[in-house]
């Protein structure tokens, strides 16, 4: 699969132009391993998957970026360096209500959704979310400006070669 970009990166800082971005590892994973749906993608996700704190998000729309979970102060125009793979957040959401229901982590269902996430498999209606290892800043602009969008199209080219699915 061949994806097209642009791919946005929020934050709550602002980063230098050239700037190299990484997952951000222990602190990620501190921040979010309370979560009943992240320990659950952590213990079915294919071993040769990226873990969450090993990557940088991204997702194709700015407007979206909000919608992931992602800060809203600025708005990073992304040029990734390495493999990038799309994952389905709203599987997220079926995980979350699988777990509220009592279900554990290995439970089939809460497996599958999982799975499910990980391969890049569709739901409904579905949210994007990008992953990869590093990517470099190409441009910044602030993330409520109405014209961010048109102002970092500018900087992108190209398509990327999306990693195959585990």
Do not use: Q
């Amino acid at each position: 699969m061949t994806l097209t970009g642009p791919f946005y990166h929020g934050s709550y800082e602002y980063f230098p132009i050239g700037s190299r971005l990484s997952g951000r590892g222990a602190e990620y994973h501190e921040e979010w391993s309370l979560l009943g749906h992240y320990e659950a993608l952590h213990h079915h996700k294919p071993e040769d998957c990226l873990a969450h704190r090993d990557a940088v998000f991204m997702c194709s729309e700015i407007w979206d970026i909000h919608r992931c979970g992602g800060a809203t102060e600025t708005v990073a125009l992304l040029k990734p360096e390495g493999p990038v793979t799309r994952h389905d957040l709203e599987w997220s959401n079926a995980i979350i209500m699988l777990l509220n229901e009592g279900r554990g982590l290995d439970d089939p269902d809460v497996r599958d959704a999982c799975l499910a996430y990980w391969t890049g498999e569709a739901t409904g209606d579905p949210l994007w979310e990008f992953l990869t290892p590093a990517a470099r800043v190409l441009a910044v602009a602030d993330w409520d400006d109405p014209d961010a969008e048109e102002i970092l199209g500018e900087f992108w080219e190209g398509t990327i070669e999306a990693a195959p699915a585990p």
